[in-house]
C-alpha cells in the first residue's frame, strides 16, 4: 500500500474509533437513566429493549458515515500533507536523470518537509557546484596531459623524418617533457588523495614542518639571491605529516618562485591561539591585484609574469595547498601584500594537550 492510502485507512480508523466510543459512552449514559421497564395500562413495557431497537441501527448508520467520511477525508488531507514530499521526490528523479539545476523552492511555513526541501535545495547547489569544479578539472587536466603528449609525439615524428639529426638534444628534451608529465600525474594524483581524506592522521607540530621544508628549499633560493626568514612557536594539530609537508612545501617554493629578481625575501612563521595554529608564508614580488590573487587557487591557474624556467610547476601548487587545507578542517587565506608579493595563510585547528606535555 501507498503512504497516501496508509495514512487514510488510518486517519479512517482513527475516526471509527472515535466514533464508536463516543457512541459507547452515550449507550452507558441511557443505560444508568433508563429504567428496564415500565408499567402501562397495557402491561409492562421493556424500555431497554425498545432502546436497544432505537439506538443501534442509528449508531450503525452514524459508524457508516463516518467511515466515508473517514475515508474521503482522510485521502484529502494525506494527498495535502504529502504534496511537498511528492514535489520532492520529482525533485530526486531530475536530479538522479542529470536535471542538478532544478530546486524545489517550497513555500508556507517552516515545517519538517520545509527544512527537508531546504536541505535538498541546498544539497543540489552544493553538489551542481563540485561537478562543474570537477568538469573544469577534467578538462583543464586533460589539456595539461595532452600539451607534453603532443610535445613528444612531434618531436619523435621528427627525429623518425631526419635520421641524421643528432638524437642528444632530442633525448634531453623528450626527458624534459617526460619530467614535467611526471610531475603533473603526481600532482593529480596528491591532489585526488587529499579530495578523499584517506590519509592517517597524528600529532603534527607546524613549526618543524615550516622547518624541513625551508632546509629543503633552502639551495634553491640561495640560487635566486633570496632570503629566507623563519620563525614561530610550537603549533600542534592533528593530521598527515607527509600532506602538510606538502603544503608548506607548495607554499615556500611558490613564494622563492614568484619573487624579485634579485634581494628578495621570504618569510615563514608559525603562531599557535586558543584553538587554531596558523601557518604565514610572505614574499616580496611584483604588486598583485585583488581579482588575481582570487583566482589562482584555481587548478591550473597561473599569475601573470612568472618566469619560464625549469620550476614553473604544473599550476596545481595551490589547489594542492587548498585542498589539504580543507581536508585537515582548515582555511585558506590570500592577501596581496601592499608592497608586492603575495602572503598566504593557513590556518588549522589546534590539537589538543597531549599527556606528559
Known sequence: MSVRLKLTLSYAGFLMLAGALLLAAVWVFLLRYVPEAIYTRGGIRTLKLDLVHAFFPKAAAVLAFLLMFGLLGGWILAGRMLAPLTRITNATRQAANGSLSHRIQLEGRKDEFRELADAFDTMLARLEAHVAEQQRFAANASHELRTPLAITQTLLDVARNDLDRDTGELVDRLHFVNTRAIHLTE?????????????????????LVAEEATETLLPLAEKRGLT???????????GSHALLL?????????????????????????????????????????????????????????????????????????????????AHGGTLTLTPRRDGGLCVTVQLPAAPPQIGR
Open 187 to 207: 600532482a593529480l594524483l596528491l591532489l585526488s588523495r587529499a579530495d578523499q581524506r584517506s590519509f592517517t592522521r597524528e600529532h603534527v607540530d607546524l613549526s
Open 228 to 238: 629566507i626568514e623563519t620563525s614561530g612557536d610550537f603549533a600542534p594539530t592533528i
Open 246 to 326: 606538502q603544503v608548506t612545501t607548495n607554499l615556500v617554493h611558490n613564494a622563492i618562485v614568484h619573487n624579485l629578481a634579485e634581494h628578495g625575501t621570504v618569510w615563514v612563521t608559525t603562531s599557535v591561539h586558543p584553538r587554531t595554529v596558523v601557518l604565514a608564508v610572505e614574499n616580496t614580488g611584483e604588486k598583485l591585484s585583488p581579482q588575481l590573487v582570487s583566482t589562482i587557487v584555481e587548478p591550473f591557474q597561473r599569475g601573470t609574469g612568472r618566469i619560464r624556467d625549469g620550476h614553473l610547476g604544473v599550476g596545481l601548487g595551490l589547489a594542492i595547498v587548498k585542498s589539504i587545507t580543507l
